[in-house]
């Protein structure tokens, strides 16, 4: 994988263009979201992890997608969401497609990336994680894995400064 991850370009709901080369020495959790999904609870899970690593070099960057018809129409209404609901303070981006002839370029390079059950490619559901660790290394994990799994949680203090 290495830096060139850090080189492609996605939308923030502004209409801005950015990347994760703001990021490169930092830990990365991106995720497939959707305001309307069963697994919507993990947004609280995620904003605890943005709270307790933020200030050692960590972000949750939120991706939403309507691949799984489960996302709300607008990005007003996601941000709002994700205020008002589950008091979000990490990025959230643009919508995305995260699989099919249009998905996102940040996807289709993260899709490479295999779990530890051997998944890569297609996103199977909302909630996906991705972690992408200083250097552009990235693990995956499946969408039924909460935020605060112990091996993501593990991962993320391996590679934080102490």
């Known amino acids: ?3 060139e991850i850090y080189d492609i370009p996605f939308q923030r709901m502004d209409g801005s263009t950015t990347s994760l080369a703001d990021h490169k ?6 995720v ?29 960057i939120g991706f939403p997608s309507n691949q799984f018809l489960q996302e709300l129409s607008s990005n007003e209404a996601i941000a ?4 008002t609901t589950y008091g979000v303070t990490f990025p959230v981006m ?7 002839r249009r998905t ?32 552009g290394e990235v693990r995956r994990f499946d969408p039924r894995t ?10 993320i203090e391996a590679h934080l400064p102490r």
């Open 1 to 3: 994988m290495g830096t």
């Open 25 to 30: 020495d930092d830990v990365v959790l991106v």
């Open 32 to 60: 497939n979201v959707a305001s309307r999904c069963g697994l919507a609870p993990q947004y609280a899970t995620l904003e605890e992890l943005q709270k307790t690593y933020s200030d050692r070099g960590f972000t949750v």
């Open 80 to 83: 709002e969401f994700c205020s």
């Open 94 to 100: 643009d919508r995305v497609r995260v699989n099919g």
């Open 104 to 135: 996102a370029p940040l996807y289709e390079e993260l899709k490479k990336t295999g779990d530890a059950g051997g998944h890569d490619g297609r996103i199977r559901w909302n909630f996906e994680k991705f972690l992408v660790l200083p250097g």
């Open 146 to 155: 909460v935020p605060d799994d112990p091996t993501i949680v593990g991962e």
